[in-house]
């Protein structure tokens, strides 16, 4: 009851709807194509229409307008979310083939977990410095870098040991990298283990997760803060579980957490921005907004 999440205190702020073309309630496949694109599409689908055809990224507008790029999570590098702004796939779960298009699309930093669909793979050849661990990471100055952590999805914050580095930790450096490009620079971050905390209706994590994820924010904010040229926009693909909190004080006692599913609901999420242009997201009411204006802002 003291502090406010660092997101929340972003002066301009939204509401948007998450539908898929296909459900009601979405996927991250669908939804973040709808962040990367602009456009609506199938659950399951990848930056591509609902009759396949390969659909224009923000993060591919920016390296053809010569602006530095990166993605960090802390689930697979080829997950539905990050896939979305590098790799066009009818199938969420063709992850091999998501592997092989990220090293393709020229993204100068992809950072998180999934060494396991590299394994067939030559990074080297695409011109990637491959890093494994925090000291690795720690010791890159410059150069494409894929920081591969972990075989399958990075560790919950509650769990993980210093060979990992924290979404934060990987944030500030992504920063760091992309930073020195005199064009500027797109970077999407994906707190992505709140999603897998929240299906397993587990509060504890769920917390620890989105406070790391506040974190990474920080550290955007940090970056940004007495710039005239860096926006940061904060929101989420979908909302998972249905969390909802009933009573409480906040001297403590009267909690009561409940959980409505294990799964996604059809429920609005926030956008929150900062920076230039900052104040049009007052406007949105559906994903496909911030696509759009994500694609506009790189032009």
């Not at 009601?24 to 990367?36: C, E, G, I, K």
Request: proline content about 2%; glycine content about 10%.
């Amino acid at each position: 009851g003291e502090e406010d999440l660092v997101l929340t205190r972003l002066p301009y702020k939204s509401l948007v709807s998450t539908h898929s073309s296909s459900n009601y309630v979405t996927d991250s496949a669908a939804s973040a194509t709808a962040l990367a694109t602009g456009f609506k599409t199938r659950n399951g689908m990848v930056s591509v229409t609902a009759a396949g055809e390969s659909l224009f990224t923000v993060l591919e507008d920016a390296e053809e307008a010569g602006k530095a790029t990166g993605i960090v999570t802390t689930t697979r590098v080829t997950h539905a979310t990050p896939a979305c702004f590098v790799a066009h796939v009818n199938n969420r779960d063709m992850e091999t083939v998501i592997a092989a298009q990220l090293l393709a699309s020229g993204v100068d930093v992809a950072l998180g977990g999934g060494s396991t669909y590299f394994s067939d793979l030559s990074p080297e050849d695409e011109g990637y410095t491959v890093v494994y661990d925090s000291t690795e990471l720690d010791n890159i100055e410059s150069g494409k870098v894929l920081g591969l952590f972990s075989s399958g999805y990075m560790s919950y914050e509650s769990e993980r040991s210093d060979i990992e580095p924290s979404l934060s930790e990987m944030t500030a450096k992504s920063l760091e990298l992309l930073s020195s490009d005199p064009d500027g620079f797109f970077l999407m971050v994906e707190g992505g283990r709140i999603d897998h905390a929240s299906h397993d209706n587990h509060f504890d994590n769920t917390i620890a997760e989105t406070l790391e994820f506040d974190l990474a924010v920080l550290e955007a904010l940090e970056y940004a803060s007495g710039r005239n040229d860096t926006l940061i926009l904060v929101t989420a693909d979908h909302e998972t579980g249905g969390l909802s909190i009933v009573g409480g004080y906040q001297s403590g006692g009267g909690l009561q957490i409940d959980w409505v599913t294990d799964n996604h609901v059809g429920s609005m999420v926030p956008v929150y921005a900062y920076g230039p242009m900052a104040s049009e997201v007052i406007t949105f009411d559906d994903n496909t907004d911030i696509g759009a204006f994500l694609l506009s802002v790189i032009e």
